[in-house]
């Protein structure tokens, strides 16, 4: 038997044991949607966990929506009306977040290799651009011109630390993201020049991290070479986005982030910020921890067998809608996710299962040697922590099969 990941807090199930998802029952929800596999996200979820992250954090910091981590139109329609801005990495997401009914203002594009055309259309949409590189920045400046129009733009900052403890470290050393600090006040100063509205700094360092004092160092290194640069630039920036690492549990052993610790710790570096940044704003960008627990995948099991006395589920889903539960999504070391039998969700575990997809591929595991309730063909397979990278960030085509249902409830 191997464990799997905490079942994230708030989920129940009624008397009968099936597991309920904001209220209703998981088999009526598949039989809503018609067929699984089928991703729920919980809106009375995203709602607690955008008003639990104000409680834990200054007032004057604010929230943005990286929304990589979930793209569903219904969802993002919904975060619009939670947070303050949202952060978007291509055309594509632009055009969502502008169909959501996010103020343009509220958007920034960042992320490298942007092509002219979404330059175009973020200037035009009044978006702020955040630089990924000097080059990018020439670019902006000569399709701005000929718009005759003042971009929005900001400058992404390489950092020279990393998030300590991060899944994916996004600073530090070479990377393909940003501008390295040290070439910062020059292309700064370009800017201004070329009489663009220059609205700040963004400053990403990693993702996916548990323990709340390396988020909350991070952050005041953060806060420290945004004085720095600005000091040297000689000149306040608008905003400065501090970009976002808080993770969330999703294997054996995880624990979530203290995010009072971390608000506690973010009040006490902007108390002691340096006076260029007196009327600076600051934002944090998050991703998975608003949305990932607010999400479950639900999956049929089609066949129950067994081969050299290991039983196998095999369910209708897999890989190519949760890649990252199959633990080919960044991971080094496959682990399970958390994962119950959710018309058993009151059940006591009755046998050790791996629960695989339909996919020929060894890969589609997505659940290995786990204790779960008996489960026979027909029966509903959950898996938490679905609400980010999921559905958008997996293979949906591959095999021929399709993407899964989504809905918001
Ligand atoms: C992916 C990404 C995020 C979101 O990361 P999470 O781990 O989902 O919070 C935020 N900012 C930037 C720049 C990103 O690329």
Not at 12 to 26: F, N, T
Not at 219 to 237: D, F, H, K, M, S
Request: aromatic fraction near 6%; charged fraction near 20%.
């Amino acid at each position: 038997m191997k464990p799997h990941g905490p079942i994230p807090p708030g989920f129940a199930a009624d008397v009968s044991g099936m597991l309920l998802i904001g209220g209703d029952r998981a088999e009526t929800l598949a039989d809503v949607a018609g067929d699984t596999p089928l991703f729920v996200y919980d809106s009375a979820m995203l709602a607690a966990r955008a008003a639990e992250w104000r409680a834990a954090m200054p007032a004057e910091v604010q929230l943005h929506y990286a929304m990589k981590a979930n793209p569903y139109a219904p969802l993002l329609a919904f975060m619009a009306g939670l947070v303050d801005g949202f952060d978007v990495a291509s055309g594509g997401e632009l055009k969502a977040a502008l169909a959501s009914g996010m103020a343009a203002a509220a958007i920034s594009f960042a992320g490298p290799g942007k092509r002219d055309r979404e330059l175009e259309a973020a200037i035009i949409a009044g978006a702020t651009l955040n630089l990924e590189s000097a080059g990018e920045a020439e670019r902006a400046l000569s399709i701005a011109d000929h718009l005759g129009l003042t971009p929005r733009l900001a400058v992404r900052v390489n950092p020279d630390f990393d998030l300590k403890g991060s899944g994916m470290k996004m600073g530090g050393g070479a990377k393909p993201f940003g501008v390295d600090a040290a070439d910062v006040p020059t292309l700064v100063r370009r800017l201004l020049d070329a009489g663009a509205d220059w609205r700040g700094f963004h400053i990403f360092a990693g993702s996916q991290a548990l323990d709340a004092g390396a988020i909350a160092d991070t952050q005041a290194q953060t806060v420290a070479l945004a004085a720095r640069l600005a000091n040297e630039i000689g000149r306040a920036p608008p905003l400065v986005n501090l970009g976002g690492g808080m993770g969330v549990p999703y294997f054996p052993g995880d624990t979530a982030v203290d995010a009072t610790a971390v608000g506690q710790a973010l009040g006490e570096t902007l108390g002691a910020r340096d006076p260029i940044l007196t009327d600076s704003r600051f934002a944090m960008e998050l991703g998975r921890w608003l949305v990932a627990e607010a999400g479950v995948y639900l999956t049929r099991v089609v066949d129950r067998k067994t081969s050299h006395g290991e039983t196998f589920l095999v369910t209708d889903g897999g890989l190519h809608h949760q890649l990252a539960a199959s633990g080919n999504f960044g991971t080094v070391i496959r682990r399970n996710y958390p994962i119950a039998v959710a018309n058993a969700f009151d059940r006591e575990p009755a046998e050790t299962v791996s629960v695989v997809g339909c996919l020929c591929t060894p890969l589609d595991r997505l659940g290995d040697q786990v204790a779960l309730p008996r489960a026979d063909v027909g029966d509903l397979i959950a898996i938490f922590q679905a609400g980010a990278y999921g559905a958008s960030a997996s293979p949906a085509t591959f095999l021929g099969q399709g993407p899964a249902r989504e809905m918001l409830v």
